[in-house]
């Protein structure tokens, strides 16, 4: 089980995980594992697109609180499906 928080701008967002559940809420968290903070177009890069973590460390568009494998943990919850294939009738 782990709890983050999730800074976006002005917006909290408060993210528990743990015994097959991922829970997101607004509203910060006083006791986390890890807090985030960047603007919604990082987040996707990292989650969506699979740029590096460290590189957007290393450029100032993240900052985190607590161990980067925990970061890393987090961001990999957000995987997205397979592409549906199109099926085509002969």
């Known amino acids: 089980?782990?709890?983050?928080?999730?800074?976006?701008?002005?917006d909290r967002?408060?993210?528990?995980?743990?015994?097959?559940?991922?829970?997101?809420?607004?509203?910060?968290?006083?006791?986390?594992?890890?807090?985030?903070?960047?603007?919604?177009?990082?987040?996707?890069?990292l989650v969506y697109y699979g740029r590096p973590l460290a590189e957007a460390l290393r450029l100032g568009e993240i900052k985190i609180e607590g161990?980067?494998?925990?970061?890393?943990?987090f961001l990999g919850l957000f995987a997205l499906p397979e592409p549906a294939v199109l099926a085509v009738e002969a």
Do not use: N, P, W
């Not at 993210?15 to 809420?25: L, P, Q």
């Not at 161990?67 to 943990?73: D, H």
């Open 67 to 73: 161990e980067e494998v925990t970061v890393e943990r």
């Open 13 to 45: 967002f408060r993210a528990v995980v743990g015994e097959g559940r991922f829970e997101i809420s607004r509203g910060g968290s006083e006791r986390t594992e890890a807090t985030i903070e960047t603007d919604a177009g990082t987040l996707a890069a």
């Open 1 to 10: 089980k782990a709890s983050y928080e999730l800074r976006l701008g002005e």
